[in-house]
């Protein structure tokens, strides 16, 4: 049996809390559609399903920056194990602020989206820092 470390651990259950998250979004989406007929493949419609529709695609795109800084944190910068899922954590936080604010009034969604988007740029500096702390060990030995 592979042992993890803390940090692995950590950083799993923030990533099954971000795809819960992602779930919970899409539903939501699906949710305003039935609510407001707005049929299928349109993506535009009653403005309750197009701010849902906004917050699902807004998130998507975060994701492929998101997941491997994420991952690329916790495998690398291994300093301060517990930083990289807390970081992932306030990701995860900060879109629940920016899904809740975007669908009430959309203009308030910047601190929602100012956390997720400083926790995700500390996620990249934290796995730069780590992978360049590795590539320094690897190369001098």
Do not use: C
């Not at 923030?14 to 795809?19: G, H, K």
């Not at 939501?28 to 609510?35: E, I, N, P, Q, W």
């Not at 695609?57 to 991952?71: C, D, H, K």
């Amino acid at each position: 049996m592979h042992a993890a470390s803390p940090a692995m651990l950590l950083t799993s259950v923030v990533t099954i809390l971000a795809i819960i998250l992602y779930v919970v979004i899409g539903g939501r989406v699906a949710t305003m559609r039935g609510k407001h007929s707005v049929a299928a493949p349109a993506t535009t419609g009653h403005p309750e399903f197009e701010r849902a529709y906004r917050v699902q695609m807004n998130t998507l795109e975060q994701f492929p920056i998101f997941f491997p800084a994420l991952w690329l944190a916790t495998v690398y910068f291994t300093m301060i194990g517990w930083l990289a899922p807390a970081l992932g954590l306030l990701w995860v936080i900060g879109r629940v602020l920016y899904m809740q604010a975007y669908m009430t009034d959309p203009s308030k969604r910047g601190l929602g989206f100012g956390i997720s988007f400083l926790a995700q740029l500390a996620l990249v500096v934290l796995a730069v820092i780590g992978i360049v702390m590795a590539w320094t060990v690897v190369t001098a030995t």
